[in-house]
């Protein structure tokens, strides 16, 4: 099992920052790649980065060049730098940890979600 915190959220102006954070606990030596997701009101959930445990990062190529993932290793925390936001990013950030059970299967774990709102 995979236990997921997200935090960070808030309420920021348009060309502001903000960073979320995702801490893990539980069997986290066996996590392959960590996600974050991000689902605006009346919009399916969209997938906005992804960072494996080589240290590859993938971006949505509406956050590239704004959005950075990252982890911290020492704390199990991945994180979701989030520069000049538009009023478009507003959504309910979550983060997802994947690993593979012993017999192969992939299984995804979820941290609550954290809401970003952008004013214009």
């Known amino acids: 099992q995979v236990q997921l915190v997200g935090s960070g959220g808030g309420l920021v102006q348009a060309g502001g920052s903000l960073r979320l954070s995702c801490a893990a606990s539980g069997s986290i030596s066996s996590i392959n790649a960590m996600s974050w997701y991000r689902q605006a009101s009346g919009k399916q959930r969209e997938l906005v980065a992804t960072?494996?445990?080589?240290?590859?990062?993938d971006y949505a190529d509406s956050v590239k060049g704004r959005f950075t993932i990252s982890r911290d290793n020492a704390k199990n925390t991945v994180y979701l730098q989030m520069n000049s936001l538009k009023p478009e990013d507003t959504a309910v950030y979550s983060c997802?940890?994947?690993?593979?059970?012993?017999?192969?299967?992939?299984?995804?774990?979820w941290g609550q979600g954290t809401q970003v709102t952008v004013s214009s």
């Open positions: 997802k940890a994947r690993r593979l059970s012993a017999v192969g299967y992939e299984l995804d774990y």
């Open positions: 960072i494996t445990s080589g240290g590859s990062t």
